[in-house]
Structure formats: structure tokens, C-alpha cells
């Protein structure tokens, strides 16, 4: 049966996930953590394709936060491992399906074998087109406003020259819109130090569903949320918006 994707309007350019609560998904089943985290990137395979047939451009995943790396060593190279044999079973599926990857973040904290595995993803899918994935992967947004200022620093910008633009232009996601929904799995209601520049008025959308549970349904249920918000950016509503003097 198909489904008339058009009906939700208007559907966000940019979406921002905070992959959120692959351990309690595998704690609940009484399995090891490793669990929930290899779930969780079938889910993420599974709704690139549901995202991208509904009309969204750039989809931005918070998959490693520069915070993570306080959690147990067993853990963290579980995660990387992982993401490494992902890369290997997966990027072939993902460059036939019109998928560009970038990955974003601060790649020197990372093992020379996954920034290489990287940097294949990046070049095996840069003339694709569909959706633009980005996975921040040792990322955090602190991190990249510093960065951002310190390449401004490093080109001679003088102090007047740095402003929003020069920026914005100097984050990790400069080649991308601003997102427009950003969305947290898991029930935690905080960033995370996620997308903390970029997310300035990004409608905020919050669930309970853990990572691994999330789904087509759930897409269309953050989709319907983000269609029926009001994004004023510190104006007022359209309707309301009487020129002056009438
Ligand atoms: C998110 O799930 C994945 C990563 C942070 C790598 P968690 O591992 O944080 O899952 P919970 O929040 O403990 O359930
Ligand atoms: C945010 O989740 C990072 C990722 C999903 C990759 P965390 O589970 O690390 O966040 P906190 O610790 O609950 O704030
Ligand atoms: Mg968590």
C-alpha cells in the first residue's frame, strides 16, 4: 500500500536526533548494553529511508558524544567496534540508496582505523544527493564552537570581522541549514551538549520511545508534532502580521 507521504506540511529541511536509550532498551531485555547499542544502529538504518521518503534533506545523529568517553572501557570499545563493522556491512546499502555521509566532530580523539573507515564513508557517497546523514561521532557542541573560533583565529580574522556569519561558517555543519526539529528519544528532556549553536530555535520534540523502538510511526508522530508548531523566531505569528498604520 502506498502512503501519501505529502499529506503532513510543511516537513523540516534539518533534523537532529539524540539517539537516546539504547542501554535501558537492553538492561529491560536483561542483555549487556553492547545490545541495545547494535539495535540502535539498525534503527538508524532503518529510518534514514523513512525520513528521506517523507521529503527531509539533512538528517544530523548524535552517535558519540565527547562525553561518552567517561563510560566503561568495555562499553566504549564495544561502541567503536561497532561502529566499525557498521561502516563495512553497511556503506555499500547506504551509497545505492542516494545516502551522503559526513561524519562530524573531533576525528583526532579517534582510533586511525575508524577516521579511516570515515573517511571512505565521506568519499564513497560525496556525489550522493538523496538525504545528507551527518553522524556526530566525538562530538559535542561546546567542542565545536571552540573549534570554530579558533579556525577563525588561525585564518587572521581580526576580532570585528567575528561575527554570526563568520561563525556559522566555521562549524561542523556549516554546509547545512540550521535544523528545524530536533528530536530526543529515551525521555530525557536536555541536550547533551548537542547541537548547541545551530539549534537556536529548533522546534524541540521529546519521547519516551527508546532509540531501539523507534520507527516509521514514530517519524510520522515527530513529523505531525513538528507540522502543527508555530515558529515565530522572535516575530509574531504570520496571521497576526498587519502591516502598519492599516
Ligand atoms: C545512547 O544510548 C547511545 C550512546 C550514548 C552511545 P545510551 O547508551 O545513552 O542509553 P541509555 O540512556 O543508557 O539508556
Ligand atoms: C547523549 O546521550 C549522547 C548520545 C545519544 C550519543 P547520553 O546518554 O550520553 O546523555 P546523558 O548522559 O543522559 O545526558
Ligand atoms: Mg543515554
Redesign the pocket.
Known sequence: MSTDRSAVRPVPRHVAI???GNGRWASQRFMPRFVGHERGMETLLRVIDAFAERGVEYLTV????S??WKRPEEEVSGIMGLVLVGVSKYLRKLATEGVRIRVVGDRSGVSPRLQAAWDEAERATAANTRIHLSV?FNYGGRWDIVQACRRAMAEGLAPEEIDEAALAARMALAFAPDPDLFIRT?G?M?V?N?LLWQTAYAELYFTDCLWPDFDAGEVDAALAAYARRDRRFGGVRAIEAVPQGT
Open positions: 539524540v539517539m537516546d548524535f552517535a558519540f558524544s562525553e561518552n556526530a529515551g530525557e536536555r547533551s548537542f
